[in-house]
């Protein structure tokens, strides 16, 4: 991935080079344009002066013309002497810088009056004269003396003076009216052109130098965009390489360092909405960790002290429904083990005192047995004293009357233990329901806390001994309700025996009543009531053996609710451990 200072020099050199390139084009075409307007103004006033040369070149030996002529009419020369000399004169001419420029003379006719280059060819006729496009020289300048201005310029083809040489030449003439005389001048085109290539190749050069210069302007800038671009470009990434370094701890949860960068550009601002966003992570999360530790310490009064905002309010929403969820249900759990260990409590006092109640019954019932003993070997004596075995059937009725009203009272516990073992199987089921709701309470707290991540570990743990709570609490109940039950069948087969007691008991007292009328016949009937003795003797064992089998049952069940009370003082514990509200 390309950095952003290598990008920032990238299209900074790029923007660079581009402007530089327009820059220089532009700059060598305008150049370019200016040295071919110059070398295009230079040709037309080079030309321009040229043709300006000329004719005052050929004006001034109509001048000279002129004053000789004067000197004609002034009768200092003859018209021959004047003419020979004006022939001279003009013949002795040369202009230019190299004295090439010359003066030639011809007539109206057509005659060539003098040529310093081609003297052989004076006096000929040259109407005829043409160069190799054709054109009539002579002619042509004739035309030209014959407009209004009796002056002009022609061109045409023309031997140099080499003799060898042809090139185009333009010429200018001037009609001397008194001689009748047209003087005439010229120069070479391809001179001036020499002249015109020359100022051209000065220009030429003048241009490669500019060009070289522009050149290397050309890269001193784009040298010294680089130099800038890296210069600016390390001024724009510092600031964003430490952004850069915040982002990067803030990714791995690193709010140790702050920017703190002073400038007021973008960047300081980018910087200080970073810092604040880092502060305000640092308070939401030292804010979240306490009350956590504060929950996994088993402190559930407490409350958030930092203002949440934007999408955290949703997180501060679900600490409170937590943090009230987790209250409600402890105390709930609490009130709960308050009422089993109070119900636990009622039922093993119950016991308690139908396990005294069956262990006396059980003592009379020994005592009963041991009086019927007696009562045998004074029914085998009766016939010595009907008077004292009336007595000892009437104490015998008095303590089997006692019997039906213990076995009474054994009725009335046993229903009264089987009332209380239904309560205590309703207890149970609410233990059972508060359990299950519980569990199902951790068992979402730990998603909550798998959601939270490493910040909900230590909720994690509480929602786990929450669970682990509840299974126990579970589990008791569980084996609680099978105790009872059992103790339940337990005091139905008691309550069973007590009714089969009780039948036997009315049926000691109907015997005994017989007793009481057959007491006068007791010498007669001794035998008959050695043997019903001897039953009754018998089913009186039976019923202490019974009554002994109850008193075994009442202590285990009376032993099982201290139990379950142990189980439910050991819950209130375990609960109170937690603070809350």
């Given at each position: 991935?390309?950095?952003?200072?290598?990008?920032?020099?990238?299209?900074?050199?790029?923007?660079?080079?581009?402007?530089?390139?327009?820059?220089?084009?532009?700059?060598?075409?305008?150049?370019?344009?200016?040295?071919?307007?110059?070398?295009?103004?230079?040709?037309?006033?080079?030309?321009?002066?040229?043709?300006?040369?000329?004719?005052?070149?050929?004006?001034?030996?109509?001048?000279?013309?002129?004053?000789?002529?004067?000197?004609?009419?002034?009768?200092?020369?003859?018209?021959?002497?004047?003419?020979?000399?004006?022939?001279?004169?003009?013949?002795?001419?040369?202009?230019?810088?190299?004295?090439?420029?010359?003066?030639?003379?011809?007539?109206?006719?057509?005659?060539?009056?003098?040529?310093?280059?081609?003297?052989?060819?004076?006096?000929?006729?040259?109407?005829?004269?043409?160069?190799?496009?054709?054109?009539?020289?002579?002619?042509?300048?004739?035309?030209?003396?014959?407009?209004?201005?009796?002056?002009?310029?022609?061109?045409?083809?023309?031997?140099?003076?080499?003799?060898?040489?042809?090139?185009?030449?333009?010429?200018?003439?001037?009609?001397?009216?008194?001689?009748?005389?047209?003087?005439?001048?010229?120069?070479?085109?391809?001179?001036?052109?020499?002249?015109?290539?020359?100022?051209?190749?000065?220009?030429?050069?003048?241009?490669?130098?500019?060009?070289?210069?522009?050149?290397?302007?050309?890269?001193?800038?784009?040298?010294?965009?680089?130099?800038?671009?890296?210069?600016?470009?390390?001024?724009?990434t510092k600031p964003l390489k430490k952004i850069q370094n915040l982002a990067e701890r803030m990714a791995k949860c690193d709010f140790s360092q702050s920017l703190n960068m002073k400038s007021k550009n973008e960047f300081g601002q980018t910087a200080v909405k970073l810092d604040y966003a880092q502060d305000k992570l640092k308070s939401y999360i030292q804010d979240m960790s306490q009350q956590l530790q504060a929950m996994a310490n088993g402190n559930f009064t407490v409350s958030s002290n930092t203002a949440y905002v934007g999408e955290f309010e949703e997180v501060q929403t679900s600490l409170e429904i937590i943090t009230s969820s987790m209250?409600?249900?402890?105390?709930?759990?609490?009130?709960?083990?308050?009422?089993?260990?109070?119900?636990?409590?009622?039922?093993?006092?119950?016991?308690?005192?139908?396990?005294?109640?069956?262990?006396?019954?059980?003592?009379?019932?020994?005592?009963?047995?041991?009086?019927?003993?007696?009562?045998?070997?004074?029914?085998?004596?009766?016939?010595?004293?009907?008077?004292?075995?009336?007595?000892?059937?009437?104490?015998?009725?008095?303590?089997?009357?006692?019997?039906?009203?213990?076995?009474?009272?054994?009725?009335?516990?046993?229903?009264?233990?089987?009332?209380?073992?239904?309560?205590?199987?309703?207890?149970?089921?609410?233990?059972?329901?508060?359990?299950?709701?519980?569990?199902?309470?951790?068992?979402?707290?730990?998603?909550?806390?798998?959601?939270?991540?490493?910040?909900?570990?230590?909720?994690?743990?509480?929602?786990?001994?929450?669970?682990?709570?509840?299974?126990?609490?579970?589990?008791?109940?569980?084996?609680?309700?099978?105790?009872?039950?059992?103790?339940?069948?337990?005091?139905?087969?008691?309550?069973?025996?007590?009714?089969?007691?009780?039948?036997?008991?009315?049926?000691?007292?109907?015997?005994?009543?017989?007793?009481?009328?057959?007491?006068?016949?007791?010498?007669?009937?001794?035998?008959?009531?050695?043997?019903?003795?001897?039953?009754?003797?018998?089913?009186?064992?039976?019923?202490?053996?019974?009554?002994?089998?109850?008193?075994?049952?009442?202590?285990?069940?009376?032993?099982?609710?201290?139990?379950?009370?142990?189980?439910?003082?050991?819950?209130?514990?375990?609960?109170?451990?937690?603070?809350?509200?």
């Open positions: 991935m390309r950095s952003v200072k290598a990008l920032l020099i990238l299209v900074n050199v790029i923007i660079v080079t581009i402007a530089v390139s327009i820059i220089g084009l532009t700059a060598r075409d305008r150049m370019k344009n200016q040295i071919q307007t110059s070398l295009e103004t230079y040709k037309s006033i080079l030309y321009s002066g040229y043709d300006e040369v000329v004719e005052y070149q050929v004006q001034n030996v109509i001048s000279l013309l002129e004053g000789i002529y004067e000197r004609q009419l002034s009768g200092e020369w003859t018209e021959e002497e004047a003419k020979k000399e004006a022939i001279t004169c003009v013949k002795t001419l040369r202009y230019d810088k190299d004295k090439s420029g010359y003066f030639w003379i011809d007539d109206t006719n057509y005659v060539l009056i003098a040529h310093p280059i081609l003297p052989e060819q004076e006096g000929s006729n040259r109407y005829e004269l043409e160069d190799q496009n054709g054109v009539k020289i002579i002619q042509a300048i004739m035309q030209t003396i014959q407009s209004a201005e009796k002056s002009g310029f022609n061109e045409f083809y023309y031997t140099k003076a080499d003799g060898v040489t042809v090139a185009p030449k333009r010429s200018y003439s001037m009609l001397f009216e008194p001689w009748g005389w047209i003087i005439s001048t010229g120069v070479y085109i391809d001179d001036v052109e020499q002249v015109y290539m020359e100022r051209k190749a000065e220009l030429d050069k003048e241009l490669r130098w500019q060009l070289q210069m522009t050149n290397l302007c050309m890269a001193g800038t784009l040298l010294g965009s680089i130099i800038t671009s890296m210069i600016f470009a390390q001024f724009v209250n409600q249900t402890l105390l709930q759990i609490n009130q709960a083990a308050e009422q089993v260990s109070f119900g636990a409590e009622q039922v093993s006092d119950g016991f308690q005192q139908l396990a005294s109640a069956t262990v006396e019954q059980a003592a009379s019932v020994q005592d009963v047995a041991e009086r019927m003993g007696s009562i045998s070997d004074q029914a085998q004596q009766n016939s010595k004293s009907a008077e004292q075995a009336r007595d000892c059937a009437t104490q015998t009725r008095q303590y089997i009357d006692t019997g039906m009203q213990k076995m009474e009272e054994l009725i009335v516990a046993i229903r009264d233990i089987s009332t209380a073992s239904d309560s205590i199987e309703k207890i149970i089921k609410n233990i059972d329901d508060i359990a299950f709701q519980t569990n199902l309470l951790a068992l979402n707290a730990t998603v909550e806390a798998a959601r939270a991540g490493e910040a909900g570990k230590g909720f994690s743990v509480v929602a786990d001994e929450v669970r682990r709570l509840a299974q126990k609490s579970g589990e008791s109940a569980d084996t609680t309700q099978e105790l009872i039950e059992n103790c339940l069948q337990a005091v139905r087969k008691g309550n069973q025996i007590a009714k089969d007691t009780a039948e036997a008991l009315t049926a000691i007292v109907d015997e005994n009543k017989v007793v009481q009328k057959l007491t006068t016949e007791i010498t007669k009937d001794s035998q008959e009531q050695a043997e019903d003795s001897a039953y009754i003797n018998q089913q009186i064992m039976a019923i202490a053996t019974v009554t002994q089998t109850n008193a075994a049952t009442v202590q285990d069940s009376a032993l099982s609710s201290q139990e379950l009370r142990k189980q439910a003082e050991k819950m209130k514990t375990l609960v109170e451990q937690f603070q809350l509200k």
